[in-house]
């Protein structure tokens, strides 16, 4: 019923910038919470950027002052632009997005397939 597509990912040199973009479409009554999250080769997932329920922004240490989530309500899309990219950087991103299909309906955690992003020169 709910699907997210991400978009952006690719090879950049370090210093770069990519902005990844995460659009959730079917039945959708409302979108509550979104995330980004990463996983390395050999690593556990860990979030990267957050929007709260209440509308508030989180980012893991090891990206502020460098990613900033943003999102598009009237288009169902999360962002995540990410500057001063660095070869630690390099995993698979995936998003999340906390959705209610109808109208009084609970909310349910939906995830996208992820996309590659590569930090090397």
């Known amino acids: 019923q709910v699907q997210l597509v991400e978009s952006g990912g690719g090879l950049v040199q370090p210093g770069g910038s990519l902005r990844l973009s995460c659009v959730a479409s079917?039945?959708?009554?409302?979108?509550?919470?979104m995330g980004w999250y990463r996983q390395a080769p050999g690593k556990q997932r860990e979030v990267v950027a957050t929007f709260t329920s209440a509308g508030s922004t989180n980012y893991a240490d090891s990206v502020k002052g460098r990613f900033t989530i943003s999102r598009d309500n009237a288009k169902n899309t999360v962002y995540l632009q990410m500057n001063s990219l660095k070869p630690e950087d390099t995993a698979v991103y995936t998003c999340n997005q906390v959705i209610a299909t109808r109208r009084g309906g609970p909310f349910s955690m939906y995830w996208g397939q992820g996309t590659q992003v590569t930090v090397s020169s």
């Open positions: 079917g039945s959708i009554f409302r979108i509550d919470a």
